[in-house]
Each structure stands twice: as C-alpha cells, then as structure tokens.
C-alpha cells in the first residue's frame, strides 16, 4: 500500500533513466520527478533526502532538466 502511494503521481509515464546509487539503494526517474527505493533495513540518504529502511520516497521535480 505505501509502495502504491509512492508510485502515485508516476503511473503511466515514462522512464527516463535508473540508477543503482549504490547496492540495495536505487533512483528511477520519470517525467515528473525521481523515485528512490531502499531495501537496506537502516535509512539511507542519497541527493541529500533521507529514505527510510524499507520503503520509497517520491521527490517532485528531481532528475528534471
């Protein structure tokens, strides 16, 4: 349900590019901005925003020209 939330505002638009920021901690961009998912159980930070253990962050605008 918290991953559906997440995802929200990025269903049905493109990718534009993924990147591995490091094991266990990735960024998805699409056309409105960046998803960052942490499978780590600690928080990790990453383009200076905090992601909890375990979850995903959606940042409007991040990864935009």
């Known amino acids: 349900?918290?991953?559906?939330a997440v995802l929200a505002p990025v269903r049905g638009q493109s990718i534009s590019d993924r990147v591995v920021?490091?094991?266990?901690?990735?960024?998805t961009v699409y056309e409105t901005g960046?998803?960052?998912v942490n499978y780590h159980?600690?928080?990790?930070t990453a383009?200076?925003?905090?992601?909890p253990g375990g979850s995903?962050?959606?940042?409007?605008?991040?990864?935009q020209p």
Do not use: M, P
């Not at 920021?21 to 960024?27: C, Q, S």
């Open 1 to 4: 349900e918290e991953v559906n």
């Open 21 to 27: 920021l490091e094991t266990g901690l990735t960024k």
């Open 34 to 36: 960046a998803v960052y």
């Open 41 to 44: 159980a600690e928080t990790r």
């Open 47 to 51: 383009d200076g925003h905090s992601i």
């Open 56 to 63: 995903a962050l959606y940042v409007k605008g991040e990864g």
